[in-house]
C-alpha cells in the first residue's frame, strides 16, 4: 500500500510532546482524519493515548481503518463533519481532549 505521509507530523509530535502530558488517559481528536497518517504518529508517541478521528469521506475512513487496525480500541473513527464534534463529543460524556488537529489543506485524494 502506498502510504500517505503527512508533510508537517514531526512538528506536530514536537508540540504535543512539549504541552500533553505522556502517561495516563490522553484523548487527541484529530478533525480531519483522512488516511489516518497523522494518526498513526500521534498514536505511535503516546502509546497510552486514545484518538478519536472525524472524516465524512467513506473511502478515507476505509484507508483509515485499515493503516490504523493496529492500533485497536484506542481508535474510533467517527463518519461525520468535524463541524459536528462539539455536539458528538458532549454526546459520549467526554471532559475534554488534550490536543485537536486540524489539517484543513487540500486533499490529496479529492
Known sequence: MNVHVPV?????LDIYR??????GAVLFVDA??????????VLNV???ATLVGFDQDEQAR?????RLAE???RLRIVAD???EMGQLLDSSDWPGADG????????NMQ
Open 32 to 41: 480531519t482524519l483522512g488516511a489516518g497518517g497523522h494518526a498513526a504518529g
Open 100 to 107: 485537536i488537529l486540524f489539517d484543513l489543506g487540500v486533499s
Open 81 to 83: 463533519n468535524f463541524s
Open 71 to 73: 492500533f485497536g480500541n
Open 8 to 12: 508537517m507530523l514531526p512538528q506536530i
Open 46 to 48: 503516546f502509546p497510552g
Open 62 to 66: 476505509e484507508l483509515a481503518g485499515d
Open 18 to 23: 512539549k504541552h500533553v502530558r505522556r502517561s
